[in-house]
């Protein structure tokens, strides 16, 4: 499985306005952005039932403003429906485009959610046959090429990055960029104009899996009560 990064991109004026007790409350939100499995490339899946022809391709949409684009690009204008649906983190849609309501976008959706994929868009194209297939079959035959689709996706882990900020003394420099680099923290800055005499903030970009191992980490080697900012 691919390893990558993305950003989570706050800036510092945003993080300096924040009350200390926001290092408590912002671990959901940390938790929620956190790690995801999505899929690494597009991919297609085509499927005979009952003289109906269904294509069913799925792919990566980086946010929501990209499943119009998506929809775009893999749409059959020929075919009798395009239907579709996408998940991003906790938003979803998904349309039956023309299909009895119910019967298409909605199991599709659901094959999604129980891939444990996120970030990920579905559209099945459907060629009609002649044959009726009913509503149980409509809802069989998009959940069931969907799930076959994503199954078959190569998929790849994002690791996002969460912004912190700790106000430190100068003396404690050292100590605080040391660990900063032990953990490899990224986008490291500092910001005299905190307000404060003899105190600094210390900026950076943390893995999120890596920020509670590295708060631990200063709040032991600074021997000293330390206020960390989230986002």
Same mark, same amino acid.
């Given at each position: 499985?691919?390893?990558?990064?993305?950003?989570?991109?706050?800036?510092?004026?945003?993080?300096?306005?924040?009350? /200390? #007790?926001?290092?408590?409350?912002?671990?959901?939100?940390?938790?929620?952005?956190?790690?995801?499995? #999505?899929?690494?490339?597009?991919?297609?899946?085509?499927?005979?039932?009952?003289?109906?022809?269904?294509?069913?391709?799925?792919?990566?949409? &980086?946010?929501?403003?990209?499943?119009?684009?998506?929809?775009?690009?893999?749409?059959? &204008?020929?075919?009798?429906?395009?239907?579709?649906?996408?998940?991003?983190g906790n938003q979803y849609?998904?349309?039956?485009?023309?299909?009895?309501?119910?019967?298409?976008?909605?199991?599709?959706?659901?094959?999604?959610?129980?891939?444990?994929?996120?970030?990920?868009?579905?559209?099945?194209?459907?060629?009609?046959?002649?044959?009726?297939?009913? #509503?149980?079959?409509?809802?069989?035959?998009?959940?069931?090429?969907?799930?076959?689709?994503l199954k078959n996706a &190569?998929?790849?882990?994002?690791?996002?990055?969460?912004?912190?900020?700790?106000?430190? /003394?100068?003396?404690?420099?050292?100590?605080?960029?040391?660990?900063?680099?032990?953990?490899?923290?990224?986008?490291?800055?500092?910001?005299?104009? /905190?307000?404060?005499?003899?105190? #600094?903030?210390?900026?950076?970009?943390?893995?999120f899996d890596q920020a509670?191992?590295?708060?631990?980490?200063?709040?032991?080697?600074?021997?000293?009560?330390?206020?960390?900012?989230?986002?």
């Amino acid at each position: 499985m691919q390893v990558v990064v993305s950003n989570l991109i706050s800036p510092l004026t945003y993080i300096r306005s924040m009350v /200390t #007790t926001a290092a408590a409350t912002s671990s959901s939100r940390t938790a929620g952005g956190g790690a995801f499995t #999505t899929i690494s490339e597009r991919v297609s899946l085509e499927r005979e039932i009952k003289k109906s022809k269904f294509i069913a391709i799925a792919g990566h949409i &980086p946010d929501e403003r990209s499943a119009q684009s998506f929809l775009s690009e893999v749409q059959d &204008p020929r075919a009798t429906h395009n239907c579709w649906a996408y998940k991003v983190g906790n938003q979803y849609r998904s349309n039956d485009d023309g299909e009895p309501s119910g019967t298409a976008g909605k199991p599709i959706h659901s094959a999604i959610e129980n891939s444990g994929l996120d970030r990920v868009m579905v559209v099945v194209i459907r060629h009609f046959g002649g044959i009726k297939l009913g #509503t149980g079959g409509l809802v069989r035959a998009y959940g069931g090429v969907a799930t076959e689709c994503l199954k078959n996706a &190569p998929t790849r882990l994002v690791k996002s990055q969460v912004p912190m900020g700790v106000e430190v /003394t100068f003396d404690l420099l050292g100590v605080v960029y040391h660990q900063l680099q032990s953990f490899k923290a990224e986008n490291i800055k500092q910001d005299y104009d /905190t307000g404060k005499d003899g105190i #600094t903030m210390v900026t950076f970009k943390i893995s999120f899996d890596q920020a509670e191992a590295l708060e631990e980490a200063l709040k032991t080697n600074c021997s000293r009560n330390l206020v960390f900012y989230k986002n």
